[in-house]
């Protein structure tokens, strides 16, 4: 067996890379996130709306 043959070896074009990349995030962490997030809005939303409804509620008809 030669010193090419070593199969721990990169194959030339794959070994590391120079350029700088992004810390390891765990697949699922960055998308649990972000629906915890879109989550945490819809509700914020929905309490604002409930708030805008009841103002309209108490609030006398001014069209006429």
Known sequence: MSDTDDPDTPAPGKGHHSKPHEPFVP?????TRELREMAR??????EKLQHH???AKE??????
């Not at 697949?27 to 998308?31: H, R």
């Not at 609030?59 to 006429?64: F, N, T, W, Y």
């Open 59 to 64: 609030k006398p008809a001014e069209d006429d």
């Open 41 to 46: 809005r819809r509700r914020e939303a929905e």
């Open 53 to 55: 409804l009841q103002e």
């Open 27 to 31: 697949p699922g962490a960055e998308s």
